[in-house]
């Protein structure tokens, strides 16, 4: 399904694809996707391209290729939805893009509950990840975003990991029952943090000299993949 540019609705529908996104929203489009059941066998579940900023609100998207939803170069705001399964990163944000996520539940990526990098900003509050095969929420090189009151839980690595040349503003964010450190920081990385409640993370609850890969990040181009109607 395309969203072009404008303000297009769509709330209810259900979309499954194979290899290609569920859901493609174009530069220019400011619309509202609402209450969707969307699943993608091959590729992400939604894409949002350079220059859009959607309204995503209390989607499902229970099976995903790639990246459950993927951000590149855009921003708007994603309230309430729900992401499962995911192959790679539950949410990816990239290229300069600066969303607002709030109340957003991820379980189970296959990589980074939420991975930020390549110059990405935006805030994230609320939000609660789980069970991750990766880290909980990585910020890679180039990235600042702003954390506020985040859940993460149950991750096979670190809760929160900041990777050399990622910026991190942390505040009041929970991070219990990770299998590494709760926040982890690698040199050449910073964090501001206030009101943090770190517990039972495997590791000490927080290292800054960590050396770790990042992770995968979602194909280029996007340009080939087209969305199914």
Do not use: C, W
Request: charged share 15%.
């Amino acid at each position: 399904m395309h969203f072009g540019a404008g303000s297009p609705s769509a709330t209810g529908i259900s979309v499954s694809t194979s290899g290609a996104p569920a859901v493609l929203i174009e530069a220019g489009s400011t619309g509202r996707l609402a209450d969707a059941d969307l699943a993608a066998e091959d590729g992400p579940g939604i894409v949002v391209r350079a220059g859009a900023a959607p309204l995503l609100e209390g989607n499902r998207i229970e099976t995903a290729g790639q990246a459950g939803l993927l951000y590149d170069g855009s921003s708007g705001r994603a309230v309430g939805n729900t992401i499962t399964g995911a192959a790679a990163s539950g949410i990816e944000v990239r290229g300069k893009s600066a969303p607002d996520l709030s109340g957003n539940r991820i379980e189970g990526a296959g990589q980074a509950g939420l991975f930020v990098h390549g110059g990405g900003r935006g805030q994230y509050q609320g939000n609660t990840i789980v069970g991750s095969r990766f880290s909980g929420i990585v910020v890679g090189a180039g990235a600042a975003p702003v954390l506020i009151s985040n859940t993460v839980l149950d991750g096979a690595e670190h809760g929160i990991l900041v990777l050399e040349g990622g910026t991190a503003a942390l505040q009041g964010n929970r991070i219990e029952g990770n299998a590494g450190y709760g926040i982890a920081v690698a040199i050449g990385a910073e964090i501001e943090r206030d009101g943090d409640v770190l517990a039972g993370n495997r590791e000490p609850q927080i290292r800054t000299d960590v050396r770790v890969e990042p992770p995968a990040a979602a194909p280029d181009p996007l340009d080939e993949a087209a969305a199914t109607e």
